[in-house]
């Protein structure tokens, strides 16, 4: 299974951005989907989650700015990034595997990683 990120770049605060990520050389669809965040001397971040017929989940620091979705038929996740601020400047991964844990924000339980995307937000 492949994951490629993508969407990332550079905005001032107040803006938005939208990553995407797309899930491929799976037999069947992946249930859970994730992005996480991380930059340089931090452990790398719980963002937001999603599962089949369950309702996002956001880390605290985002709800309410950001919006999780997804294609099932495109077995292709999204983020859209609202009010962005300086705070929210990371690499972004996105993470899936095939059935939803409880720990759904706990990096560990991932089996599958995408490269990062990188999001600069700019004050």
């Known amino acids: 299974v492949q994951l490629q990120a993508s969407g990332g770049g550079w905005v001032q605060a107040g803006g938005s951005l939208r990553l995407s990520c797309a899930a491929s050389?799976?037999?069947?669809?992946?249930?859970?989907m994730a992005w996480f965040r991380q930059t340089p001397g931090k452990e790398r971040e719980f963002v937001a989650a999603?599962?089949?017929?369950?309702?996002?989940r956001y880390a605290a620091s985002v709800k309410g700015r950001f919006l999780f979705s997804r294609d099932n038929g495109k077995n292709t996740w999204y983020l859209q990034m609202n009010t962005l601020k300086p705070e929210d400047t990371a690499n972004y991964y996105c993470a899936a595997r095939r059935v939803w844990n409880v720990q759904y924000d706990k990096d560990v339980w991932y089996e599958y990683w995408g490269q990062g995307t990188l999001v600069t937000v700019s004050s």
């Open positions: 050389g799976v037999t069947g669809s992946v249930s859970a």
């Open positions: 999603g599962g089949s017929g369950r309702a996002p």
